[in-house]
């Protein structure tokens, strides 16, 4: 049977996670616009969860928003990435989150690129923890 992360309790993810890293993951933070380690990350890799390390997004789907955060217009896989109501400081907003282990990742807005999903997850750099691609695969 899988490990239960979502009812980890918070002196787990307290000792698994920075400082920053908690209060965006687990608290529903969001970190300022333009100061994230992967916003202008052009490499090619995957994008996993820092929380727990499962594959969310592929550098193929990511796209210059201008928004300040990385921005994708797809999931790398079915299932990885949960949507819920976030109706949090008086807006209407669709939270993502892990599908794994419940960390809060960012929102989706409908103003992604038309041609693709016309989706944007809009995502915190520290929720994510990039993998480059190795040369030959």
Request: with cysteine.
């Amino acid at each position: 049977m899988a490990e239960d992360l979502k009812n980890k309790p918070d002196e787990y993810w307290k000792a698994k996670l920075t400082p920053e890293q908690y209060r965006v993951v687990r608290e529903k933070g969001t970190e300022a616009p333009f100061t994230g380690e992967y916003v202008d990350n052009h490499d090619d890799g995957t994008y996993k969860c820092v929380a727990c390390g499962v594959e969310l997004f592929s550098s193929e789907m990511k796209f210059e928003s201008g928004s300040g955060w990385p921005s994708f217009y797809d999931v790398a896989r079915a299932g990885t990435v949960e949507l819920h109501d976030d109706k949090s400081f008086g807006m209407v907003r669709t939270e993502a989150t892990c599908a794994n282990c419940g960390a809060h990742l960012g929102h989706v807005f409908p103003d992604g690129p038309a041609e693709k999903t016309g989706q944007r997850y809009c995502i915190n750099s520290c929720s994510l923890d990039f993998a480059p691609k190795t040369v030959g695969k």
